[in-house]
């Protein structure tokens, strides 16, 4: 009985075991499973991009530090407090004539404390605090034109990845009736209806195909893993992508001005120069303001303790308090204010010219890019008929092919007809969607959801 006993426990305890590892196993499996189930749109693409991309972290980082400097800069709007104290034991070693040596041992005990506050320091302080703000701002600007361009580039590689999976799918298509032209010519070829040369230019075409959806397999990969980076997550072969090259809908109506217009207004590095034409007219502002003279109220409350050792009654201790206005003029600096402002100037007119040049990138990069929107456009449309044109001769060829009216050369030019049709409108597609991503991305949109 006690053996029975023995072997039932140990017989409930790896139940449990089993139990609980099973718990485990499934909870890992489902959650391994749901997992590899994950599929991204180009918004999620873009939403983690956004929140994962080192360099956005890095400008935002920027943007934090710019802050501590603008609080800094405030600092100097407030009073400035110090405290001292001091300790002196002095002892006589020698001494000649009438002072009595011993009047000089003594101790000397010394504490105070300070406050100071600038009363006016020719509008620097003023202007450091706002050249801080314009500083801030422009770091702002800085990562959105960075997030402008992190956006350009996710949907760049994402179209390029749709488009490489239609690749895909269509050379599949291509390699099942090439297949199936190929079985039905070796079918001819048996029954000597067809010559072998036939035969081998079919496989050799098939074999052709076949290396095509190949290399457009991998391109797939290739442009998955680019997402991955621009994402700054791991690599994973199990994440698919969903959608195709339809994101942006066909039939852009925006002018050349309405375009230029909203990129004047929007363009994070035309905002960003205009930031930095500020700080340096606030730089100039404070190169001006050291010709003007520091007034600075100090204020202090001071203890003085003076302990003799052999004169006890000339013992001394002072409290006292003092506050007054102290002003200070630099008269020469041996020209660097001067220069200081004189650069200054200088930065001005760089940043303007800065401007010019951005400008002329803005307008010429719209006009290319509605150029490109408008003929993929008509590509699309040309490249749709000539879709259906070539599926319907390649069904009439096969047709008189399997008839044994039309010849295996027939069969196949169709064929080509087919394939190309489909990765001419493919690229006009993908062609399409790449330049509103350009046009986006000229005139200052990050992201837009549709």
């Known amino acids: 009985m006690k053996y029975k006993k023995l072997e039932l426990k140990v017989s409930k305890f790896f139940f449990y075991m089993i139990a609980v590892f099973a718990l485990l196993f499934g909870t890992h499996y489902m959650e391994s499973a749901f997992a590899e189930e994950r599929v991204f749109s180009l918004n999620d693409c873009l939403k983690l991009g956004m929140e994962n991309n080192p360099k956005l972290k890095s400008a935002n ?30 002892n006589s070693i020698s001494a000649s004539g009438p002072t009595d040596a011993d009047y000089i041992d003594q101790q000397n005990t010394n504490y105070n404390i300070g406050v100071s506050q600038f009363l006016y320091a020719g509008n620097r302080i003023v202007n450091s605090r706002d050249k801080a703000i314009e500083r801030k701002k422009m770091l702002m600007e800085d990562k959105t034109s960075a997030q402008a361009l992190l956006a350009y580039q996710i949907k760049a590689t994402y179209f390029e990845l749709m488009k490489a999976k239609q690749d895909v799918g269509i050379a599949e298509d291509t390699v099942t009736r090439l297949e199936a032209d190929s079985r039905a010519t070796r079918a001819f070829y048996e029954k000597e209806m067809t010559s072998y040369a036939q035969v081998l230019q079919t496989e050799v075409d098939l074999a052709d195909v076949r290396q095509k959806l190949s290399i457009a397999k991998n391109t797939v990969e290739r442009k998955k893993s680019d997402l991955f980076v621009l994402m700054n997550q791991p690599f994973n072969p199990n994440i698919s992508f969903l959608g ?3 994101y ?53 409350y001071y203890n003085q303790d003076k302990d003799y050792d052999n004169y006890d009654a000339s013992n001394q201790e002072n409290t006292y308090w003092s506050a007054g206005v102290n002003v200070s003029w630099s008269l020469f600096d041996g020209g660097r204010a001067w220069y200081q402002k004189q650069r200054s100037r200088i930065d001005m007119k760089r940043i303007k010219e800065q401007v010019k040049e951005i400008k002329s990138r803005l307008e010429a990069g719209i006009v290319t890019s509605l150029l490109s929107l408008s003929e993929a456009e008509q590509r699309i449309k040309d490249t749709a008929e000539s879709v259906n044109a070539s599926k319907e001769y390649y069904d009439m060829e096969n047709k008189r092919f399997q008839a044994g009216i ?25 062609d399409y969607q790449l330049a509103r991503a350009e046009l986006d991305f000229w005139t200052g949109i990050t992201v837009e959801k549709r």
């Open 244 to 246: 195709g090259l339809d």
């Open 406 to 430: 039309a010849t295996v050369s027939s069969i196949l030019d169709a064929q080509v007809r087919v394939t190309r049709a489909h990765g001419n409108y493919n690229q006009a597609l993908m």
């Open 61 to 90: 980082l920027m943007v934090d530090a710019a802050q501590e400097d603008l609080n800094a800069a405030k600092a100097d709007f407030l009073p400035s407090v110090s405290a001292g104290a001091n300790y002196n034991n002095l």
């Open 248 to 300: 942006y809908p066909k039939g852009f109506k925006t002018t050349q001005a309405e375009c230029l217009e909203k990129a004047i207004a929007n363009r994070p590095d035309l905002k960003s120069l205009e930031h930095q034409m500020v700080m340096s007219e606030k730089d100039e502002a404070i190169a001006e303001g050291q010709y003007h003279p520091v007034v600075k109220l100090n204020a202090g």
